[in-house]
Structure formats: structure tokens, C-alpha cells
């Protein structure tokens, strides 16, 4: 299998529970890893040059439409050379940092990333999403139905018709719970989680590893 590609997009540093995670993957994974830090080194949001750039050809490129093509060559380079994925990605504000989703305008390309005529060059690849949140988002929680990272990530990396990537997902949630003292009898849950989500993710990095 050729490199892991890891895209972080936590702002926390080592604080973040999703890179947390993430790094227990990474510890339990036995081949060559690329990681980019979104969070680090934000890759520009996607500008008219870059969206205008796609349907011209490159001869006829302005300066400002050949740089955006240039960022987006390397970064969409960087995603087919990947034979699987690792993606870190907190809830912030019921969505996903505006990082990752600059990242993704940047790579989701018609014609190289996905086409409409047949699968992604991508497809079936595995995927794992590491998807850290402050509260409870799943069935029966007060805010079921309000998370706005998962499922739009899920349709957009896993969907055949996008990037058809074989997606696991592994939330750890409650991350809020030791910090605030109203939630403490929410303390095993929070707990539970965390384990549950460190023990899956090494887990994971095992078996895509082997495959």
C-alpha cells in the first residue's frame, strides 16, 4: 500500500481529542504516513481564479488562475497518491472547521477527484474520520439531529458519485464533560467514549494496514 495521507484540522494542538485519537492510529499504523496540519498551515479557500482555472486550458491561465492551479495540483497529487486515509475533524459550531472544508472545495474536482461517468479514482479506498464534539449528538441526545459534520463528510468522501472512499467513522464524544461541573454525572460516559473511541481507532489502523 502506498502512504497514509493524515489531514488534521483541529486548532487545539495536542489539546484536541480528535489528533488525540488520530494519534492513536498513527501509533498503530506500520506504514508511511503524509500529514498535513490544516490547522498549522491553512491552504487558501478556493477563489474565482481557482474555480475559472478548471475549464480553461493551462496556456491561457492569468498569473492569479495559474497559481490557483498550482495549489490545487499538488494538493488533489497529494490525495491520489494516497492509499488510504486518515482524516481528523472536530465539530466546531454543529459543522466542521472552515479549514477542512477549504481543503475539500480545493481537491473535489470534476474530471480528476470524481467524474460523473463512472467511479472516483479514489473509490473504495479506506477512510477513517475521527470526529471529536463537546456534547452528544447520537439517538435519544438532546441534540440528536443537529450534527452538521458526519453526515455532510460521509456523503462527501463516500458517496460513488464524489470521492467514493470507504469511510469508518469514529466519534468521540462528550469532550466538554471534565471541564464542565454541572455535567460530572455524565464523567463514565465521557469516559466510555474516549476509550472506546482510542481502543477502535488502533483498531482500524491494524486492519487497513494489513489489507
Known amino acids: 500500500m502506498s502512504y497514509l495521507l493524515h ?3 483541529s486548532s487545539l494542538g495536542e489539546a484536541s481529542v480528535s489528533r488525540q ?3 492513536s492510529f498513527r501509533q498503530a499504523w506500520s506504514g508511511d ?3 498535513r496540519d490544516l490547522a498549522a498551515a491553512p491552504v487558501p479557500h478556493l477563489s474565482g481564479a481557482g474555480i475559472t482555472a478548471r475549464a480553461i486550458e ?3 491561465h492569468t498569473p492569479e488562475q495559474a497559481e490557483a492551479a498550482k495549489v490545487q495540483d499538488e494538493l488533489i497529487e497529494e490525495f491520489l497518491g494516497a492509499g488510504a486515509y486518515l482524516f481528523s475533524v472536530p465539530m466546531y459550531n454543529l459543522t466542521m472547521p472552515s479549514v477542512f472544508k477549504a481543503w475539500l472545495d480545493q481537491i473535489v474536482v470534476d474530471g ?5 461517468a463512472g467511479p472516483s479514482p479514489a473509490a473504495g479506498r479506506p477512510a477513517v474520520l475521527i470526529s471529536a464534539r463537546g ?3 447520537g439517538p435519544g441526545a438532546p441534540r440528536e439531529g443537529y450534527d452538521y459534520v458526519v453526515p455532510v463528510l460521509e456523503a462527501i468522501l463516500g458517496h460513488e458519485d464524489l470521492l467514493g472512499l470507504d469511510v469508518t467513522t469514529v466519534i468521540p464524544e462528550l469532550t466538554m464533560v471534565p471541564h464542565a461541573p454541572a455535567l460530572r454525572s455524565l464523567l463514565p460516559m465521557h469516559e466510555a467514549s474516549m476509550a472506546r473511541a482510542h481502543e477502535r481507532a488502533q483498531e482500524l489502523a491494524i486492519d487497513i494496514a494489513a489489507a
Open 7 to 9: 489531514i488534521d484540522s
Open 21 to 23: 485519537v488520530a494519534q
Open 33 to 35: 504516513v503524509v500529514h
Open 58 to 60: 493551462r496556456a491561457q
Open 112 to 116: 480528476r477527484t470524481f467524474n460523473h
Open 135 to 137: 456534547g452528544g449528538y
